[in-house]
């Protein structure tokens, strides 16, 4: 039985084209061999004759390489083969398939009891015991209140349960809590409150945070918020210092509150913090000359809480993403030095040929720094932040604009 493909492994006779004692030579037909996915002739490729059909026509899964007839050459003596071992030599290959399936069987049950067996025995090593605890995850315990801790399945060497088998315990909602109240800090000390982002474990990870991570978490809470824009402020200086009462608060109030009425924001004009994380509106921030408007900003901060401010100007560190105002928050930087990348080069190898003694007499006269002002605009929609933020910069980097 010849093989159509390489993973052909049996076929049918769909049809003998020679028959018993019949003569051929080199080319002509023999049978035509079937698959269920292919036909095929099968050619002579010598002179001979066809003495005896094993395997009949309509013959199914007949395997490859078993014997289906005889040839043999003209006058050849055929007595000394045994026809009917031949005959037999179908079925005594499809016992031994079937002998090597069995075999293969029982291989893949033994495996299957071994594979089991071992993860049974890696379970038992898992299995928490009394003393295998790291002290974060004795700490996570208690601070949790956990009553059934002993459920808690350690993935640490020898079954060690870490902290944070004990976050994912309390996750899935496996804890048992032991104290149903929970202890409120003291009035005078409050707790800074970590960033909500609708994550179900935050409120047992809190309580296992120290403050400088909360503090940590609020401002990177803050910053996916914030559009920081880098304001030139050297001539914005200048005018503050050479006019007295004026501040650059001021102007930049006036600047959010002419932005205002370029960018759509819900609320009424400017605010200023109050006491605490309160909000005051500043009155006349679009009309009022900038020296009235200082004094207003200054009426304000220490006045109550009053009006429903669009955009509130504020310093760093006031606001957490829990306290942030229905309203856009502008924070104004500090005025300081800033140099370019060429000029800050340039002065290093300035000052290592000082310290090397190297005169450069083709050294340049350094330029003096410019000044400039981080202004940084916090809003829950990115488009307000960024418009307000480009039109913020464009009016106090002409701040004669304003001063009427």
Known sequence: MPALSPTMTEGGIARWEKQEGEAFVAGDLLLQIETDKAQMDVEAQDDGVLVKILAPEGAQNVRVNSVIAIVAE???????????????????????????????????????????KVAKTEKAEKAPSSGLS??????????????????????????RVLKGDVLQFLKAGKAVISKPEITKPAASKPVAKAPSSG???????????????????????????????????????????????????????????LALQQVKVEGNGVGVVTDGSKVAEVAGAASASVLDLAQAIKQ??????????????????????????????????????????????????????????????????SKQASTVIDVRVISNSPTVASALAAKIKGFLSNPELLTF
Do not use: C, W
Request: charged letters at 20%; zero cysteines.
């Open 74 to 116: 003209e006058g050849d003596d055929i007595s000394s083969i045994d026809i009917g071992a031949l005959s037999k030599q179908p079925e005594a290959e499809a016992e031994k398939v079937e002998k090597k399936a069995e075999a293969v069987q029982k291989n893949a049950e033994t495996v299957e009891k071994k594979v089991e």
């Open 199 to 257: 994550n179900a474990e935050l409120p047992f990870l809190v309580q296992s945070l120290e403050p400088s991570v909360l503090r940590h978490l609020a401002q990177v809470e803050l910053a996916k918020r914030s559009v920081v824009v880098q304001v030139p402020a050297t001539r914005l200086v200048q005018l503050v210092k050479a006019n007295r009462g004026m501040t650059v608060d001021a102007l930049a109030a006036r600047a959010i509150a």
């Open 134 to 159: 790291s002290p974060a995850a004795e700490f996570t315990i208690h601070a949790n209140h956990i009553a059934n801790a002993a459920e808690i399945e350690g993935t640490g060497p020898k079954g």
């Open 300 to 365: 304000a901060r220490s006045g109550p809480a009053s009006g429903r401010p669009a955009a509130v100007l504020a310093g760093e560190n006031v606001f957490t993403p829990d306290t942030l105002p229905d309203a856009a928050v502008v924070v104004v930087g500090a005025p300081y030095a800033s140099v370019s990348a060429a000029e800050a080069s340039a002065a290093m190898d300035s000052a290592l040929n000082d310290l090397l003694g190297v005169s450069t007499s083709s050294a340049q006269p």
